[in-house]
C-alpha cells in the first residue's frame, strides 16, 4: 500500500494475490475481474428468457455486487465477498 494514502486504499487486482500486512495489519487483496458479474448476468438472462444482454443489465449487476461490499458496513473488512461465495454472489445479482 502507497504510503500517501497512510493505508487506507482498497485494493483489487484481476489475478489472486496474497494479503499484505502493513503497520500490524494485515489487509486481503480482492481479486476484482468479471467471475463476480458474469455468472450473474448469465443466470439472469437464462432464468428471464432474455434474448439480448444490455449496458442496463450489467449496470444493476454491478450496483447490486456494490451492495454486497463488505466495507459498507465496517471500513475495516473486504471490498467483495470472497470468491469461495460466487454462488451466492450470482444469484444476489
Do not use: C, H, W
Not at 495489519?25 to 481479486?31: E, F, G, L, S
Not at 467471475?35 to 439480448?52: D, T
Amino acid at each position: 500500500m502507497s504510503s500517501s494514502t497512510d493505508g487506507r486504499a482498497l485494493i483489487g487486482t484481476g489475478s489472486p494475490f496474497p494479503p499484505v500486512t502493513r503497520n500490524g495489519r494485515t489487509v486481503a487483496i480482492d481479486q476484482t475481474n468479471n467471475s463476480y458479474i458474469f455468472p450473474g448476468v448469465g443466470l439472469g438472462v437464462l432464468a428471464s428468457g432474455a434474448k439480448r444482454v444490455n449496458d442496463a443489465m450489467f449496470m444493476a449487476a454491478a450496483k447490486a455486487l456494490a451492495a454486497l461490499s463488505l466495507t459498507a458496513k465496517d471500513k475495516n473488512r473486504r471490498l467483495l465477498p470472497p470468491v469461495t461465495e460466487l454462488r451466492r454472489v450470482a444469484i444476489a445479482l
